[in-house]
């Protein structure tokens, strides 16, 4: 019978040659679903009997999870009736598969954009496209962040690492697109540093917070994060109308805060 949401040590260690031309752009941890620009990147075929095995696969892992199951490489080849070897082929790690069956449910974030030129009409346009799609695949999402937090505990804890890390990072990527306008107003720094806000109101962590925590339907969350991101870059402008700017006092309250303690003293 198989635990829920556990990692298990595969048995087999099968980790074929991956080709260079995946190695070099996409990195083991990264491997990319078939039908998206990145695909073609990570040189997995966006077609073909191998594209149509890894969705097969992909398909089997998102059924476990949904289960609360995350599944190691061999008990998806178990679920999927398909040899270890196979299974390993296509996803040599664990963190290989959870990397891929997060890229597979949101494939159209990572490829969206926008036409609009305004920073905050495109960001809020983003929020709005993206938190739906985050709501209907939860389940991967929460065994991302589960497996990356059971290997950052371990590396903290000076365990060998049994496989690849998990990487996360999609968002920075996304962010910095979504306001790619304000770099005509905003200096490097500032820029930086609403993207850095910004993913305080964007992302799967931000959304369980909404949902766990303060028991938010979808409607709810998402005007949430849409007025947050609106705060973020009306301050942003502000400041940057005014003058100020990351790391002045000016721009930050806490500063402010601490400079006003410490003259008290």
Do not use: C
């Not at 892992?61 to 080849?77: D, Y």
């Not at 196979?86 to 290989?96: D, G, I, L, V």
């Not at 709005?128 to 999402?141: K, Q, T, V, W």
């Not at 870059?233 to 400041?239: G, R, V």
């Amino acid at each position: 019978m198989r635990r829920k949401n556990h990692t298990e040590t595969p048995v087999s260690r099968q980790t074929p040659a991956v080709p260079a031309s995946r190695s070099a752009t996409s990195g083991t941890a990264r491997l990319i679903a078939p039908a998206s620009r990145q695909a073609e990147a990570s040189g997995e075929p966006p077609h073909g009997p191998r594209a149509r095995m890894r969705k097969t696969l992909l398909d089997a892992a998102q059924q476990l999870m949904a289960q609360g199951i995350t599944p190691s490489v061999a008990e998806l080849a178990e679920h999927a009736k398909v040899s270890r070897a196979t299974a390993y082929r296509y996803f040599p790690s664990q963190s290989a598969l959870i990397a891929a069956v997060v890229d597979e449910s949101l494939g159209p974030i990572l490829a969206w954009d926008s036409d609009s030129s305004d920073a905050a009409a495109r960001v809020d346009e983003l929020l709005r496209f993206a938190y739906p799609r985050l709501a209907s695949h939860e389940a991967p999402l929460r065994a991302a962040i589960m497996v990356s937090l059971q290997q950052h505990a371990q590396a903290s804890a000076g365990k060998d690492a049994a496989e690849p890390r998990l990487v996360r990072g999609h968002r920075v990527d996304i962010l910095k697109r979504a306001i790619a306008p304000l770099a005509q107003t905003l200096t490097a720094a500032q820029q930086d540093r609403v993207a850095q806000a910004l993913s305080l109101v964007y992302g799967t962590e931000v959304f369980l917070v909404l949902k766990d925590i303060w028991q938010l339907d979808l409607p709810a969350v998402t005007d949430v994060v849409r007025w947050t991101a609106n705060a973020i870059i009306t301050q942003a402008l502000a400041e940057a109308g005014a003058g100020t700017g990351a790391g002045t006092d000016a721009g930050s309250g806490v500063g402010k805060a601490k400079g006003g303690s410490k003259r008290k003293r």
